[in-house]
C-alpha cells in the first residue's frame, strides 16, 4: 500500500511527536533571575534539554514566585514541584546533617568550601537526603555571607549588639547571631526587601551577589565584609521523579546540575569582584577591614556549644581538608 503526501506527512508528525514527548519541570529559587541562582538554574535547565534531546523541558521560576525556600523544599519533598535550587537556610530542617556546614567560620575561603563539598565530605552528605524523599544532584554556592544594616557602621563584634535583624530559618544561624547579641528575627527571604524598607527589622546578612541583585542597597546603608558564614547552595529534585529517570537521563540531570554549579560559581566569583565597588557607587558604606579575629572570639561560647553538638573531631575534618 502506498501513502499519498497527506498521509504520509501525518504519519511522519504522529511518529515525530511520539519521539519528542516532552515532560515538562519546575525549578524555582527565592532571588532573581539575573543573579548567581538565576544562572544556575537557567544552566541547568539548558543542559537538561540539550542532554536528553528535548524530551525533559525545565520551567525556571525566579524571585520566590512558587515560594520562599522552605515551601519550595517542602514541595519537592511532596512531589507538587520537581525540583528546587536553594541555599542550605532551611535545609536543616528536613536534614539535620546539613546543619554542620553554616558553622560561621568554618570555611578559610570559596576554595576551602569547593573542595569540601565536592570532596568526600560533601558527596556523602548528599546521599543524606535520598531518605527524606528528595535525590540532591550536587552542591552549588550562595557565598561567604556579610551583614547589611541601616543603623551603624559595623566594624567588630559590639557593634551587633542590639541590632534587630533578619536571619534565615536556620538553628545554627540563629544561635551564632544570639550569640553576638543581634536580635534575631526568622523570616523567609522574598519578605526581607520590605521588612528592611519598613524598618521591621534593622538588618540582614547575605553574600555579594544576594544583596546586589536584591537591591538591598535601596533600604540598607550600612556593609560590613564580616563573611561570618560560608552559605552552599543546592540542586534537589523530588526523589521519585529522578528514580523514574533511566539510566541515561539521570546521569543527564547529575551532569546538567554540575554545569549550573560551575556556572553558579563563576557568577559568585565575579559579583565578589566587583561588588564592594557596586555597592560604594549606589550609596553604601562599605567596612571591608574587619577584625575577623574578634568576630570569631565573641563566637567562643557559641563555638563550645557547637563542638558539643556537632562533635570537634567531625567540625576539625572540615577545618583542615586540603
Ligand atoms: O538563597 O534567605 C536567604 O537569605 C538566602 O541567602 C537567599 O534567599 C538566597
Not at 83 to 97: D, I, M, R, Y
Not at 186 to 213: H, K, R, W
Request: net charge positive; aromatic share 8%; glycine share 8%.
Amino acid at each position: 500500500m502506498k501513502f499519498g503526501p497527506i498521509a504520509a506527512a501525518c504519519l511522519s508528525l504522529a511518529l515525530s511527536s511520539v519521539a519528542f514527548a516532552q515532560t515538562t519541570m519546575k525549578i524555582s529559587i527565592s532571588t532573581a533571575q539575573n543573579s548567581h541562582q538565576g544562572v544556575a538554574i537557567d544552566t541547568f535547565a539548558k543542559e537538561v534539554e540539550k542532554r536528553t534531546g528535548g524530551r525533559y523541558k525545565i520551567q525556571t521560576f525566579y524571585n520566590g514566585s512558587l515560594g520562599g525556600e522552605r515551601e519550595s523544599i517542602e514541595a519537592v519533598q511532596l512531589g507538587t514541584q520537581e525540583l528546587a535550587f536553594s541555599s542550605t537556610g532551611p535545609v536543616p530542617n528536613f536534614v539535620p546533617e546539613t546543619k554542620i556546614l553554616d558553622v560561621p567560620f568554618l570555611f578559610r575561603d570559596k576554595a576551602h568550601a569547593r573542595a569540601v563539598l565536592d570532596g568526600p565530605i560533601g558527596q556523602d552528605l548528599l546521599t543524606k537526603f535520598d531518605a527524606k524523599g528528595f535525590k540532591a544532584l550536587a552542591w552549588a554556592e550562595n557565598g561567604f555571607r556579610h551583614m547589611t544594616n541601616s543603623k551603624r557602621d559595623v566594624k567588630g563584634p559590639e557593634d551587633l549588639k542590639g541590632l534587630k535583624m533578619r536571619t534565615m530559618e536556620n538553628p545554627v544561624h540563629i544561635a551564632a547571631y544570639k550569640g553576638f547579641g543581634i536580635i534575631t528575627t526568622p523570616m523567609a527571604f522574598p519578605e526581607v526587601f520590605t521588612a528592611l524598607q519598613q524598618g521591621t527589622v534593622d538588618g540582614q546578612e547575605n553574600p555579594l551577589p544576594v544583596i546586589i541583585s536584591a537591591k538591598f542597597d535601596q533600604v540598607q546603608k550600612h556593609l560590613s565584609l564580616t563573611g561570618h558564614v560560608y552559605s552552599p547552595c543546592i540542586f534537589l529534585m523530588n526523589k521519585a521523579s529522578f528514580d523514574k529517570l533511566s539510566a541515561a537521563d539521570k546521569q543527564a540531570f547529575l551532569d546538567a546540575a554540575k554545569e549550573g554549579t560551575k556556572a553558579n560559581r563563576a557568577r559568585v566569583d565575579e559579583d565578589d569582584a566587583k561588588g564592594v565597588a557596586d555597592l560604594r557607587a549606589k550609596g553604601m558604606t562599605v567596612i571591608d577591614n574587619v577584625d575577623k579575629a574578634r568576630f570569631v572570639a565573641a563566637l567562643a561560647p557559641v563555638n563550645a556549644q557547637f563542638e558539643k553538638e556537632f562533635g570537634k573531631a567531625n567540625l576539625d575534618k572540615i577545618r583542615d581538608y586540603k
